[in-house]
């Protein structure tokens, strides 16, 4: 079946410092990838999206990119702010056609 | 900038009451989904419409949990009778058909069970 796999969190970082959120990924086809960005009390919104091998999906400062040989689409970010505080979702949807299926989700904390 | 809207934000119940949650897609997606999403837990679906149809419903608990969109937009998902393991998110999503699966997200329904 398929299934997303998140690093545990939380994770907690200083204003500035460099990000990252490790996801792999199992698919039976060939799926899209997707991070969502989860603030508190609030619904999922889309952070960004890669959908075939090696591309990069980019938002916000955050990138992503596909990686099928390793099975991965790690979150990155150069330099975060508090304003980035939140959980963080990796997902997929196999071959594009199925709903998504969401990792457990990473709870990131930025101080100044 | 067009949303999905739920309703309530919050609800209380007592366990063995009934409870309903109302979600409203963005115009023109043909495609809605309900997710569950328990504390510390990503969204697991319940249920997922192409139009007013159940496209998939093999993990909603039929015998409590029940999901409807009769008319192909707005949609009602009940539980009754609630447990208090039915304490969580409750998220509306839609989408604008079954193979573009960029799905948006409604703020949530957060329902505890008491």
């Known amino acids: 079946g398929n299934s997303v796999t998140q690093m545990e969190g939380p994770v907690t970082l200083s204003e500035e410092a460099f990000l990252t959120i490790n996801c792999t990924y199992t698919?039976?086809?060939?799926?899209?990838l997707f991070w969502y960005v989860q603030y508190p009390g609030e619904g999922l919104q889309l952070l960004l999206k890669a959908t075939k091998a090696d591309d990069k999906g980019s938002n916000k400062g955050f990138e992503a990119t596909y990686r099928k040989e390793t099975t991965s689409f790690h979150l990155e970010k150069g330099s975060v702010q508090v304003s980035d505080s939140a959980v963080y979702f990796c997902?997929?949807?196999?071959?594009?056609?199925?709903?998504?299926?969401f990792g457990k989700g990473t709870r990131l904390s930025v101080i100044a | 900038e067009a949303e999905v809207a739920q309703s309530p934000r919050y609800k209380i119940t007592e366990k063995s009451q009934a409870v309903a949650f109302w979600c409203d897609p963005i115009?023109?997606?043909?495609?809605l989904y309900w997710y569950r999403q328990i504390l510390g837990q990503g969204p697991e679906l319940l249920v997922q419409?192409?139009?007013?149809?159940?496209?998939?419903d093999s993990q909603l608990p039929k015998d409590r949990f029940s999901a409807e969109r009769l008319k192909g937009v707005d949609s009602t998902l009940k539980i009754q009778p609630a447990e208090l393991g039915d304490s969580a998110m409750y998220l509306c999503?839609?989408?604008?058909?079954?193979?573009?699966?960029?799905?948006?997200f409604g703020q949530g329904t957060r329902l505890t069970v008491v």
């Open positions: 419409f192409q139009d007013e149809s159940v496209v998939d």
């Open positions: 997902a997929l949807s196999d071959s594009g056609n199925t709903p998504l299926v």
């Open positions: 698919a039976t086809g060939y799926p899209s």
């Open positions: 999503a839609s989408s604008f058909d079954r193979v573009n699966t960029e799905a948006f």
């Open positions: 115009s023109g997606h043909a495609t």
